[in-house]
């Protein structure tokens, strides 16, 4: 670039100089001719050339950094495709395994169910064997209570009956041995 512009800056004072020696009237020396119809072959070759030598360098420069920032840009491109395409599969998989994890709470859930919905059922018909033994029980019980409560009542009816035909018919003496022994028969039940 420097090299550049240092060439145009010649040329401008070459065609500086020229311009002056022109009007001097002087048409000897050395110098650059830029104005394009008056040019000879010589000038124009020597300006080719300097732009070939000196412009091949900078295009070249220039376009090795091109095509450096191009490759170093489709490297980072192909790199973070890759990142993604890592990162693509490992939340696929962590899905799948989430996928997975749910299937088995559900299945484990429904069996859960299925083991207390059983439990259940079969401890309501433990309860329900037993309240119908324990009713029965009471029933028994009551009845039994209900039997007895009548036996005294006829015992205690008989006697008073038996008693009252006792007194009519046996005297003191008859009555008072046969309550001894009912005592006696009593006292040894």
Known sequence: MVI??????????ASALHSELSEEGATHGFGLNLDLFETNIINLAILVGVLVVFGRKLLTNILNERRAAIAAAIQEAEQRAQEAAS???????????????A???????????????EAILAKAVVDVQRLKESAAADLNTERDKAIAQ?????????????????RGSISSDAQQQLIDRSIALLGES
């Open 150 to 166: 009548l036996r005294s009542r006829v015992v205690a009816m008989a006697l008073q009956k038996a008693e009252s035909q006792l």
């Open 103 to 117: 299937q088995r709470i559900r299945q484990a859930s429904e069996e859960s169910a299925k083991n207390a919905k």
């Open 4 to 13: 550049m512009g240092t060439f145009l800056l010649l040329a401008a004072e």
């Open 87 to 101: 990162a693509l599969s490992q939340v696929q998989e962590k899905l799948t395994q989430a996928q997975a994890e």
